[in-house]
C-alpha cells in the first residue's frame, strides 16, 4: 500500500541520477524508506551483497530482498505500490514505447553524455556534443508522440519515461555550468526544455 515502507532501504548516492530516479520513484508513489548513502570507493558489505554481480547503486531492498537497477527498481515500485497512480502506461504498447525510450536514454543518452565529461580537450568535447545532439533529438520527437501535447512524457503527470531522462537533468546542467555546453534548449528542442 502506498505510504507504507516499512523494510524499505536505498542503497545510493546523492552524485547518482540513478539513485535520484528511484528516489523520485519512491517520492510519486508515497513510500517512506531508509536512505543508506553509500561509499563508492570503500564499498561496503551491504552494497557488495545486495548487488554480487555489478557492486553498484542503486539498490533498493525490500523486506530483505534486494532488487537491482534503476528502471528494474522504478517497474518493481510501480507494482508493489500499486494504489498510487502508475508511473507506466495503463496501455500494453505504450508501456512498451516508454520503456524503449527509457532504454535508448540509457544507453545513449548517457552515453554521450558521459563522452563529454569524459573529454580531455576543447575540441574533443564539441565532438562528443555533437554526439550528445544526435542522441537527444530523437527525444524530442518521442516527447511529441507520447505527451500528446500535454506537460509530460506520460501525459498530465510524471511517469516512467519523464524519470528515466528527468533524473538527468542536473548533469545536463552541469555540463552548462562547467563547459557552457546546452544539450537540451529551447532552440533545438524546446518541448524537452519546457
Given amino acids: 500500500m502506498a505510504g507504507e ?29 531508509e536512505d543508506l548513502e553509500q561509499d563508492l570507493f570503500d564499498k561496503g558489505d551491504l552494497l557488495l551483497a545486495s548487488n554480487p554481480v555489478h557492486k553498484k547503486v542503486p539498490v533498493l531492498i525490500h523486506a530483505g530482498r534486494p532488487v537491482c537497477e534503476s528502471l528494474v527498481i522504478v517497474k518493481y515500485v510501480d507494482e508493489v505500490w500499486a494504489g498510487a497512480a502508475s508511473l507506466l502506461p495503463a496501455d500494453p504498447y505504450d508501456r512498451a514505447v516508454a520503456r524503449f525510450w527509457a532504454a535508448y536514454v540509457d544507453d545513449k543518452v548517457v552515453s554521450a553524455m558521459l563522452g ?5 580537450t576543447k575540441e574533443e568535447r564539441a565532438e562528443r556534443l555533437d554526439a550528445a545532439l544526435a542522441a537527444v533529438r530523437p527525444l524530442e520527437d518521442a516527447f511529441d508522440a507520447c505527451s500528446g501535447g500535454k506537460a509530460f512524457f506520460a501525459g ?34 524546446p518541448r524537452l526544455a519546457a
Fill in 5 to 33: 515502507g516499512e523494510g524499505v532501504k536505498l542503497l545510493g548516492t546523492v552524485a547518482s541520477p540513478f539513485a535520484v530516479r528511484v528516489r523520485m520513484a519512491l517520492h510519486l508513489k508515497g513510500v517512506s524508506y
Fill in 116 to 120: 563529454i565529461l569524459h573529454a580531455t
Fill in 156 to 189: 498530465d503527470s510524471v511517469g516512467y519515461l519523464d524519470l528515466a531522462l528527468g533524473c538527468h537533468l542536473f548533469w545536463f546542467e552541469a555540463l552548462r555550468e562547467m563547459f557552457g555546453m546546452m544539450v537540451i534548449d529551447a532552440g533545438r528542442t
